[in-house]
């Protein structure tokens, strides 16, 4: 998360945020602070599992009682968490789609960029060709008219 601005989650409770931001404030963080502690600072087990759900006990309001408030907000940390994880799959798959299309336009632009670059060689090749052909001619008309201007001698 960055701190470069304002940062929303749709759909959280208010009742899981003000018990977030009262945890937070317990531990003398900011929420954000808190949250990242929370889900960051936790990483997985040996067996691969997520620490984070064991490791939610020793913050206020994750207290391991089964109060109805606790398993409330457990299942929104859950249900957080699938999303974000969705959300992020999501994100991964079309930004894959945009680095292959990006992929192949790059090749696009190199093909027609060499195609170019042969047109604009036969070019220079054929103008180089005609100025020749043009300075040849002037040449020739240069001759025809010395020859022309020339009085005809009679024998």
């Given at each position: 998360m960055s701190s470069a601005g304002p940062w929303s989650v749709k759909g959280i409770d208010p009742r899981?945020?003000?018990?977030?931001?009262?945890?937070?404030?317990?531990?003398?963080?900011?929420?954000?602070?808190?949250?990242?502690?929370?889900?960051?600072?936790?990483?997985?087990?040996?067996d691969g599992e997520p620490r984070w759900e064991s490791s939610l006990e020793r913050f206020p309001g994750?207290?391991?009682?089964?109060?109805?408030g606790d398993a409330l907000l457990r299942g929104m940390v859950e249900r957080l968490t699938e999303r974000i994880e969705s959300t992020e799959q999501n994100s991964t798959s079309f930004l894959n789609e945009v680095d292959?299309?990006?992929?192949?336009?790059?090749?696009?632009?190199?093909?027609?960029?060499?195609?170019?670059?042969?047109?604009?060689?036969?070019?220079?090749?054929?103008?180089?060709?005609?100025?020749?052909?043009?300075?040849?001619?002037?040449?020739?008309?240069?001759?025809?008219?010395?020859?022309?201007?020339q009085p005809i001698r009679k024998p």
């Open positions: 899981a945020r003000a018990r977030a931001k009262t945890a937070a404030r317990r531990e003398g963080m900011t929420l954000g602070e808190w949250l990242n502690t929370v889900i960051l600072d936790s990483g997985p087990d040996r994750f207290s391991g009682r089964s109060d109805e292959r299309s990006i992929s192949d336009l790059a090749e696009r632009i190199e093909t027609t960029d060499q195609g170019f670059r042969q047109d604009q060689q036969k070019t220079r090749e054929l103008a180089e060709a005609a100025r020749s052909a043009a300075e040849a001619l002037a040449l020739r008309v240069k001759r025809i008219r010395r020859q022309a201007a």
